[in-house]
């Protein structure tokens, strides 16, 4: 049992091993800064019109711990559209509406390879939705969530949420407007889906609701607190809310694991190890089960439509801090990022 006593239950159950000091943490957060602020790949989006004009300089690291403390740096309070991170959340709402059973046979829980807004995901497999991170599977996640009107729906989008962000989200309207004139393709899919009667709600329903709940502004600290939430089993650590169960919580995991960064999500895990979402608004959220939850946002993308410096700050801090569910070793504190551990 070494040395240390261990105060909580939840500590002992959690795989790998507890979080540095805080005053450690603290520091790796601002090393991880520094280090990536000055990496200026990547292009910030403009299939959406809304998203081209961000500045491509902001760039924000949050890491929430179970036990609600905050560890920020850089621009953790500038609201950015969720985009694709809003998915592994409804899906866990979804979860808790229907079973994560019955989720799991409608949406499916595999890798497609392909884009996230890839049609021929939807030809090539029989299954039509593949699993509910990219866009068709996300589509019908959406369709699943309980309501009989389009408002109802987003009503429990919204709050669901915001309660995953112990704060009342609100939504970013010029983006919704944006995304709304330009989203022929998702509304495409909807169709799509409908006529393989693997869409349970109206199409153009279903797509209005799904873009609302892409354009919720939040910032780098709503999506920590978010992530810690999964990583506390579905209990919110600031609010001390249960927004899920442990079960939907555990689930969404493994989902985001597979397939939460799109056709690289097997080179995320190689290297983080770790499940996380990426948005193309620059956010990832990254998971560490029973330690805490990460959250990054700086606009440029690579090609696969993942933020280039947050990619690059969640590597560095899974490393310095620990966090590689994969890692049976103590963690990487000043050496070479490259150690093979
Ligand atoms: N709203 C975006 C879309 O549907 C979300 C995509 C993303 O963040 N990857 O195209």
Same mark, same amino acid.
């Given at each position: 049992?070494?040395?240390? /006593?261990? *105060?909580? /239950?939840?500590?002992? #159950?959690? !795989?790998?091993?507890r979080?540095?000091?805080p005053?450690?943490?603290?520091?790796?957060?601002?090393?991880? +800064? #520094?280090?990536?602020?000055d990496?200026?790949?990547?292009?910030? =989006?403009?299939?959406?019109?809304? %998203? =081209?004009? !961000?500045p =491509?300089?902001?760039?924000?690291?949050?890491?929430? #711990?179970?036990?609600?403390?905050?560890?920020?740096?850089?621009?953790?309070?500038?609201?950015?559209?969720?985009?694709?991170?809003?998915?592994?959340f @409804?899906? #866990?709402?979804v979860?808790?509406?229907?079973g994560?059973?019955?989720?799991?046979?409608?949406?499916?829980?595999?890798? !497609?390879? %392909?884009?996230?807004? *890839?049609?021929?995901?939807?030809?090539?497999?029989?299954? &039509?939705?593949?699993?509910?991170?990219?866009?068709? $599977?996300a589509?019908a996640?959406?369709?699943?969530?309980?309501?009989?009107?389009?408002?109802? /729906?987003?009503?429990?989008?919204?709050?669901g %949420?915001?309660?995953?962000?112990?704060?009342?989200?609100?939504?970013?309207e010029?983006?919704?407007?944006?995304?709304?004139?330009?989203?022929?393709?998702?509304?495409?899919?909807?169709?799509?889906l409908r006529?393989?009667?693997?869409?349970?709600?109206?199409?153009?329903?279903?797509?209005?609701? +799904?873009?609302r709940?892409c354009?919720?502004?939040?910032?780098v600290?709503?999506?920590?607190?978010?992530?810690a939430?999964?990583?506390?089993g579905g209990?919110?650590?600031?609010?001390?809310?249960?927004?899920v169960?442990?079960?939907?919580? &555990? &689930?969404?995991?493994?989902?985001?694991?597979t397939?939460?960064?799109?056709?690289?999500?097997?080179d995320?895990?190689?290297e983080?190890?770790?499940?996380? /979402?990426?948005? @193309?608004?620059?956010?990832?959220?990254?998971?560490?089960?029973?330690k805490?939850?990460? $959250?990054?946002?700086?606009?440029?993308?690579?090609?696969? $439509?993942n933020?280039?410096?947050?990619? &690059?700050?969640?590597?560095?801090? *899974?490393?310095?801090?620990? %966090?590689?569910?994969? =890692?049976?070793?103590?963690?990487?504190?000043?050496?070479?990022?490259?150690?093979?551990?």
């Amino acid at each position: 049992m070494g040395t240390a /006593k261990r *105060s909580t /239950k939840k500590q002992q #159950a959690s !795989t790998t091993g507890r979080l540095p000091d805080p005053g450690t943490i603290r520091r790796h957060v601002e090393d991880a +800064y #520094a280090t990536c602020r000055d990496d200026h790949g990547g292009q910030v =989006a403009d299939y959406i019109p809304g %998203l =081209a004009q !961000t500045p =491509a300089d902001l760039f924000g690291i949050c890491f929430a #711990a179970v036990d609600g403390q905050v560890y920020e740096q850089g621009d953790v309070e500038v609201p950015f559209s969720i985009q694709s991170i809003s998915k592994p959340f @409804v899906y #866990a709402l979804v979860c808790e509406a229907v079973g994560h059973t019955e989720a799991r046979e409608r949406l499916g829980v595999n890798g !497609t390879g %392909l884009p996230f807004d *890839s049609v021929m995901a939807v030809e090539l497999h029989e299954e &039509r939705t593949m699993n509910p991170l990219v866009n068709a $599977g996300a589509i019908a996640t959406t369709s699943l969530v309980p309501g009989d009107t389009v408002e109802d /729906k987003w009503q429990l989008v919204l709050r669901g %949420l915001s309660r995953f962000a112990g704060r009342d989200l609100e939504l970013d309207e010029e983006i919704l407007a944006s995304e709304s004139e330009s989203n022929r393709r998702n509304r495409g899919i909807a169709h799509l889906l409908r006529g393989y009667d693997q869409l349970y709600f109206d199409p153009d329903g279903t797509t209005e609701v +799904y873009t609302r709940q892409c354009s919720i502004a939040v910032t780098v600290h709503d999506l920590a607190i978010m992530a810690a939430t999964l990583a506390d089993g579905g209990v919110n650590p600031v609010t001390g809310e249960r927004v899920v169960d442990a079960g939907t919580s &555990r &689930r969404v995991l493994a989902v985001m694991a597979t397939a939460g960064m799109y056709e690289r999500s097997g080179d995320w895990l190689y290297e983080v190890g770790l499940p996380g /979402k990426s948005g @193309v608004s620059g956010g990832i959220v990254t998971v560490s089960p029973g330690k805490g939850g990460l $959250g990054t946002f700086s606009p440029p993308l690579d090609d696969a $439509g993942n933020s280039v410096r947050g990619q &690059r700050a969640t590597r560095e801090l *899974s490393e310095r801090l620990g %966090l590689n569910l994969f =890692a049976s070793g103590e963690p990487i504190v000043d050496g070479d990022m490259d150690d093979p551990r």
